[in-house]
């Protein structure tokens, strides 16, 4: 039985993505099963898959796993063959940092700049405390880069779990025209190079729904 990915929206649905494009990238098969967001209906349909009523969500067989991270390191439990963690421990520790402080981090990113596939040259103002967020993510696609990037554009060489991490930022600073440097620029467009990202994006542009909150921007 393959397993099953319940998300959100692919247009606005960030938290879905990093799974999604984790599974797609390792070449894993899945079936996909799409909730739109904001509508009378999805708490229910959510709550159908799973008691904590966020997407995503993965099942395989009878285990039901929810939350992005957890999704992630079960994946990379599950399939070993795909390396999805870098095979040093040094390295290992590095990548689940990042995607922890990911996970748990950046406030002001998530509520200014919501991420919106569809939208491209969005113009919002940039508080000092969003500001510290995107140095933040600078320094860390720097400080990999300066170590790993002469094994290839991932940010620890090849893809992993910090990059399926990261991918929702990637099209956030596209969608707000945050400009990067040269040291940080490297990662973004290999994420965007990427088939699976490729097929996310061309999904998400197709969807007609508007959740209004998510629509940031002029």
Known sequence: MKPKLIIGNKNYSSWSLRPWLLMKEAGIEFDEHLILLD???TKKEITAFSEAGRVPILQLGDTTVWDSLAIAET???????KKLWPEDADERAHAR???AEMHSGFPYLRDCMPMNCRAMGRL???PDELGEDIDRIIAIWSECHKHYGDR???LFGTFSVADAMYAPVVVRLRTYGINLPVSAGYYPHRLLES??????LAAAECETEVIEADEKGQ
Do not use: C, D, L
């Open 39 to 41: 509508t009378p209906t």
């Open 75 to 81: 994946v990379a439990e599950r399939w070993p063959e």
């Open 97 to 99: 940092a990042i995607s």
């Open 124 to 126: 919002i103002e940039i």
């Open 152 to 154: 290839g554009g991932w």
């Open 195 to 200: 088939k699976a990202m490729q097929e996310w």
